[in-house]
Structures are given as structure tokens and as C-alpha cells.
């Protein structure tokens, strides 16, 4: 009987919550993704947003202050951890750019000066990169250092095609400034 009680009580509770934030889900979803200016990522921080309101004992009448009080903190959350992501991915490449093998194997077998020299270059530009934007950056990485078409880019950032070749653009002509302001002076003879 008490089993039979509790379970009453929880649906009841389920019931009573999901009329009250059924109606605010999809001004929550766009507002997600405003800031976020991801679909997926929007639907993440509306999940994570009821997720927190369930864990709330009493919710207020017209609940939708708090619940967007709740996404902001939820949005804000998702930024900085897509951020760090990227630091960090960044941050990797950068570390396995310093400690690759030279360009040439062939070349570094009869010239380990130029290999040495080589290697630098790479830890230069790496160290030049990573002052450009993520957006930037990741562009750079995906369609310059992979190597991936502008269209399999635009796939895998579910970007339109002229937006990828746009960044693309803007961060070859930023990282070309970043290397020539950043070019060490000639040596006079």
C-alpha cells in the first residue's frame, strides 16, 4: 500500500511539473539557441535546465524566470566547457605538432639541421596560432592541417559551404599578419 502511495504521488508530482514548463519549452529553445547558435547544443541546455527545475521542491506559479534564470546558467556552463574543449584540442595539436617527425624523413636522415629548423618552423606557427579566434583555428586545423574539403568541414561544423571558405580565408590572412608581425628581424652579415 505505501508503495502504491509514493508512486501516486511521484506522477502526480510529474504531472503538476510538466504543466507548469510544458508551455515554456520552446521559447527556452530558442533562446538556447540564440546564444548557443547550436540546435543540439540548444536541446542539451533545455534538457539540463529541467533537469535542474525537477531538482527545485516548489516551483513558482508562472515559472519562467526561473527557468530561464536557469538556461542562462546552463548556456553559460556549455560555452565554457566547448571552450576549454577546444583550448584543450588545441592545445593537443599544438604539443603533437612540436614532438612530430620532420615533413621529409628523407631529408632529416642527411640533414638533421634542416630537420631541427623544420621542426621549429612548426613550433613557431603553432605558438603564432594559437592568438587567432577557436573559430579560426579550427578551420585552420580541419581544412589546412587534416586536410578536409570545404564541403566535408562544412558537414562536420554544419556550416554553409561559403561560410567555411570565408572563415577559411579570414584565418589565412589573420595567421599570415600574426607570422609577419611576429617575423624575426634579419640578421645584418
Known amino acids: 500500500m505505501m508503495k502504491d502511495t509514493s508512486t501516486s504521488?511521484?506522477?502526480?508530482?510529474?504531472?503538476?511539473?510538466?504543466?507548469?514548463t510544458s508551455d515554456h519549452v520552446a521559447v527556452l529553445h530558442r533562446t538556447a539557441i540564440r546564444v548557443l547558435k547550436s540546435e543540439d547544443l540548444a536541446w542539451d541546455a533545455v534538457q539540463e535546465t529541467l533537469i535542474r527545475a525537477w531538482s527545485y521542491p516548489d516551483?513558482?506559479?508562472?515559472?519562467r524566470r526561473l527557468l530561464l534564470s536557469i538556461l542562462r546558467q546552463s548556456c553559460l556552463h556549455i560555452l565554457r566547457c566547448s571552450r576549454r574543449r577546444?583550448?584543450?584540442e588545441f592545445a593537443a595539436?599544438?604539443?603533437?605538432a612540436t614532438r612530430c617527425c620532420p615533413m621529409d624523413p628523407e631529408a632529416a636522415a642527411t640533414d638533421p639541421a634542416a630537420s631541427a629548423a623544420e621542426r621549429d618552423?612548426?613550433?613557431?606557427?603553432?605558438?603564432?596560432?594559437s592568438r587567432l579566434t577557436r573559430e579560426h583555428r579550427e578551420i585552420l586545423e580541419l581544412v589546412v592541417w587534416q586536410g578536409l574539403s570545404y564541403?566535408?568541414?562544412?558537414?562536420a561544423l554544419s556550416l554553409p559551404i561559403g561560410t567555411v571558405r570565408s572563415r577559411t580565408s579570414r584565418?589565412?590572412?589573420?595567421?599570415?599578419?600574426?607570422?609577419?608581425e611576429?617575423?624575426?628581424?634579419?640578421?645584418a652579415c
Not at 171 to 180: D, I, V, W
Not at 182 to 187: L, S, T, V
Request: proline share 6%; hydrophobic share 35%; no cysteine.
Open 151 to 155: 564541403q566535408k568541414v562544412a558537414d
Open 93 to 96: 595539436a599544438r604539443d603533437q
Open 59 to 63: 516551483l513558482p506559479q508562472t515559472p
Open 171 to 180: 584565418a589565412r590572412t589573420a595567421l599570415t599578419r600574426f607570422l609577419s
Open 121 to 129: 618552423e612548426v613550433r613557431h606557427i603553432t605558438k603564432v596560432a
Open 86 to 88: 577546444s583550448d584543450h
Open 9 to 20: 504521488m511521484a506522477s502526480e508530482r510529474q504531472r503538476a511539473f510538466e504543466e507548469l
Open 182 to 187: 611576429d617575423a624575426p628581424e634579419a640578421e
